[in-house]
């Protein structure tokens, strides 16, 4: 009896690698996750050393092998950080530390952009931030000019791994479509701003189609390293939130998910652009999914998890004793808090703004500083999703692990006035990029991913009438304003 064929998804996220086996369903058979730091040898600045990335697949995959010894997956699928830069020689291997989305050191590099053409900046369809590889690029061009000389190519932290899987180079639109060098009209590297930001053009390697696309196929040696059979077809892969969003079934143009990690997401596939409706200064992202010709709109923001655990940490509590805080009534009289620690992306832009507590007064617990941290992480979210006109309006998808206390879902629906319905899907970044894997190799195609990806919500908050957040709202949106002038 000939076995089902499985599935191996690799998710090269920021601080962590998740590796799940599926079978060709998608259904999780194994999982193992192992950590890697994130080095800031500056102010401002964000990199890692990919070999670290390496070790910790090696593991990950080695983990996998002990749970499901028989397992022998048909193909590979890979889903990664968006945005950051590892420069290679011409083996493949990196020449200097990988540079990730955190990193800001690219702010002067903005003014190169600001100076495009109107209508080539417009096709690049997506606001400007320092942490997106074009930028990235520009400055290590002009600060390390003797490593850029000594390198081939410049890949999305996905890319370099399908390269060391596979042994060959290249990119995809998903990736591509986030690093301000993607001309989102024609689908393909933007020419005229890569000449403007005085790059070398044959950095940029080759596009494949779509991120289920067979890229070429697992090496003997790297085969060896990590205990499985050469010669499995590995795919093109997606960028995470991509893959995240076929992993949870986010595929018809009208759905709206939010996710609560790190940062904050809110994603929305939409329809193909048109050059009549792009915007001359949008303030949210759009780029391409992980479908053969899907899109989606998103607003980013910086300040979900990473403020919360700040909170946590200097507050000196639990998870469950600062998500229980959310249950407590608003009070006329609570702090503003506003949660932009380390800047802001949609809708404000703004890498410099910075977070307070505000209205304090002797009477103020800790339990009311909790309740305004969440609160105030709440109204940005807010503030995120009214920036994304395609997702006004409608009930939100509730995704990953930070949206799952009740208390905190209740708050969450009442600042955003909307309904949220819970996808419980574990891992969804890495179950796209099993998917992925599948469509490489033949075992899906793209209406089996429809039906597969598929995913039933459950309605777990209702917004309740609640005018005194309404009033503090107001309040945050002064406070904001007023703190931001005074710089």
Known sequence: MTPSPTLLGIDLG???VKVMLTDAAGAPLARSTHDYPVDRPHPDWAETD???????????????????PDAEP?????????????LCDGSGAPTRPAVLWADARAQMELELYRRLDPDVGRRLA????????????????????????ASRSALQPKDWLRARLTGRQSAEPSDASATLLFDVLSEGWAEPVVAALGLRRDLLPALLSHSGEAAGNLTAEIALELGLPPGIAVA??????????????????????LTIGTGVQIVTPTRPPQGTTLPAAPVTHLYRSATRDGWYAMAAGLTGGSTLSWVRR????????????AGRSARSDDPIFLPHLIGERTPHLDTAM???WTGLSTRHDREALLYAALEGVAFAVAEALEALPQASGRGIRLAGGGTTAPAWRDLLADVLRVELHAVDVPEASARGAALLGGMACGVLDENDLAAIAATPTA???????????????????????????TG
């Open 126 to 149: 997506n606001p400007l931030s320092p942490g997106m590889a074009g930028p990235i690029l520009a400055w290590l061009s002009g600060h390390e000019p003797d490593v850029v000389a």
């Open 74 to 86: 048909a193909g590979i699928g890979l889903c990664g950080q968006m945005h950051g830069v590892v």
């Open 314 to 325: 200097v507050l000196d509590v639990g998870w469950p004793d600062l998500y229980a805080a």
């Open 14 to 16: 920021t601080s962590s």
């Open 354 to 356: 910075r977070g307070a």
């Open 236 to 257: 093109a892969g997606a960028a995470d939130t991509a893959a995240a969003a076929l992993g949870t079934g986010l595929l018809a143009p009208g759905a709206v998910q």
């Open 50 to 68: 990919p070999a670290t990335w390496w070790t910790a697949v090696r593991k990950a995959v080695h983990d996998i092998r002990q749970q499901v």
């Open 459 to 485: 309605r777990v908050a209702v917004p309740r009438s609640a005018p005194l957040l309404e009033e503090r709202r107001a309040r945050y949106d002064g406070v904001l304003a007023a703190l931001r002038d």
